[in-house]
């Protein structure tokens, strides 16, 4: 089983000019402890469940991109980029520019968005839902093809491209992974089976049953199940004993989960960290069901 860490929130003792100090921290501390993906979430604003609106909250391709000068090892995402927020192609450009500074660890994470006072108040339009799905559909099209071979126009929908052009290519090969977040069982799951490498499920949704949809779609489009990595994200509170986490990663990994990905309340704390190396030393040898 794989193990990976999030880092949701900047909010660090010494305001804002610490920042930079502790997110460093949080991803060297990743790549330290033997961890093997570290994420941020791709808002503007701090989200509800984190914390205020008001709090710090950075741009998820200049912090990964950050990240990425002071870690050797571990991959990079986002958890998961609003396919509203950005182009395809220039989305597409930043996850290459990644993936080639990185020396070939960027992920692609992208859902259908959500999060309507942030669209609200930066300027951002949130389509109806269904829009929102049609316009992922296109965009995971848009990175298969500009991480392929050709530049051919692209005419869809919503968007139309009249070159896909794409230079450098990633390191990567065939391309950067793409992970759809979510765990919608018509739409959401249906792409994961068609365009994606991972999904990513959220802890407390009934894992076999969604793994079960999952199979059946990819059983639909022709495509094996197993060729898919199942990442599910997990809150870990204060107190937690390292043997209680590695426990609970056992138990999702009999469910079919192959990588767990952490948020703690302080990513960057020496604590945190070392409770995350002590979890991956013992996790890393677990084969999750179903592989």
Not at 145 to 160: I, L
Not at 257 to 278: F, G, K, R, T, Y
Request: hydrophobic share 45%.
């Amino acid at each position: 089983m794989k193990l990976g860490l999030t880092c949701p929130r900047f909010l660090w003792s010494g305001g804002d000019a610490a920042i930079a100090g502790r997110f460093a921290a949080a991803a060297r501390g990743a790549d330290e402890a033997g961890l093997d993906s570290f994420w941020v979430m791709d808002h503007f604003w701090q989200i509800p469940n984190f914390g205020a609106a008001e709090d710090p909250m950075l741009e998820a391709y200049s912090a990964l991109s950050y990240a990425a000068a002071l870690t050797r090892r571990v991959t990079l995402g986002t958890l998961v980029t609003g396919v509203t927020y950005r182009q395809p192609g220039l989305l597409v450009k930043q996850v290459t520019t990644l993936d080639v500074l990185s020396g070939g660890r960027a992920v692609l994470g992208i859902g259908a968005g959500f999060h309507e006072d942030e669209h609200r108040g930066l300027g951002f339009r949130l389509p109806p839902v269904a829009e929102r799905f049609e316009r992922l559909e296109e965009t995971l099209r848009i990175a298969k093809g500009m991480w392929g071979e050709g530049d051919e126009a692209f005419e869809g929908r919503h968007y139309r491209l009249e070159r896909t052009l794409n230079s450098p290519q990633p390191l990567r090969a065939p391309h950067p992974p793409i992970l759809v977040g979510g765990s919608g069982e018509r739409r959401t799951l249906r792409l994961v089976a068609e365009y994606a490498d991972a999904c990513n499920l959220f802890f407390g949704a009934d894992i076999p049953h969604k793994l079960a949809v999952l199979r059946a779609h990819c059983e639909r489009v022709g495509r094996p199940f197993e060729a898919i990595e199942k990442t599910l994200h997990l809150r870990v509170p204060d107190g937690r004993s390292v043997e209680e986490t590695v426990q609970l990663c056992g138990e999702l990994a009999g469910q079919g989960i192959d990588h767990v990905i952490v948020a703690l309340p302080d990513a960057a704390a020496d604590s945190s960290l070392a409770h995350l190396a002590a979890v991956a030393a013992h996790v890393a040898g677990i084969t999750p069901a179903g592989r």
